[in-house]
C-alpha cells in the first residue's frame, strides 16, 4: 500500500495486472488502467508533492531554531584582545588566508562541526587574513596557514600548526579552555 495525502492506493498484485490495476482502497471501485496514472498525479498535487517542504527555508526566511550558528569569529584582532579582558576569557587566533585550500579544509572538516562551535564559545574567537595584516602574521610568529593560536593574557598558552583531524583539535580546544581559565 502507498500513502499519498489522504487516499490509499493499492498497487497491483502480480498475475491478474488487468482485474487489479488502479483499484482504489475504501470502496470507491474501480478505475480503468489508462485513468490510474491520472489518479495517482491528481493524489500527489492535492497532498504537496512537489511543493517545497514545510521545514525548507525560503529567502528572507529566519534560519530554523535547530540549526547551530558557526563560531562568531571577530576580524578586529584589537576589538577581540579587549573584549577577551572584559570577559575574562581566553583568545582563539585563527591566521589563515582566502587561497589556503588547508585553511578551508579545516574550516570544512572542523570548524563548522558542532561539538567544535559549542567548545569555541569558551573562548573570544578573532580571524584574520594573515596575507592582510602581516603585522599581527609577524607579532604571532605565524610562518603558515593556518595556525590557530591560544592566547590568555596577551601570553602565548597553544597554537595549532596546518590542518589537524578533528578529534585531536576538539581536545585541544578543550584542554586550551582548562589552561586559559583565570586562576583563583
Known sequence: MWHAGSTYLLSPQV????????????GIGRVRTGKWLVVVLTSLALSGCGH???????????????AV????????????????????KPL????????CSSCKRLEADVLS?????????AFVPVRLDGDKRPDL???LDVSGYPTVIFLRGGKEIGRVRGPVPYQQ??????????AGRPSR
Open 69 to 88: 550558528p558557526g563560531i562568531q569569529w571577530l576580524s578586529d584582532y584589537q576589538a577581540g584582545v579587549s573584549q577577551a579582558q572584559q570577559q575574562g
Open 52 to 66: 517545497q517542504s514545510r521545514g525548507a527555508v525560503k529567502p528572507g526566511d529566519a534560519a530554523p531554531a535547530a
Open 92 to 99: 582563539m587566533v585563527q591566521v589563515s588566508a582566502p587561497w
Open 137 to 139: 602574521k609577524k607579532q
Open 169 to 178: 583539535f576538539l581536545v585541544m580546544l578543550k584542554e586550551m579552555a582548562k
Open 15 to 26: 498475475g491478474d495486472r488487468e482485474a487489479n490495476a488502479g483499484r482504489l482502497v475504501g
Open 113 to 121: 562541526r558542532p561539538d567544535v562551535i559549542a567548545a569555541s564559545r
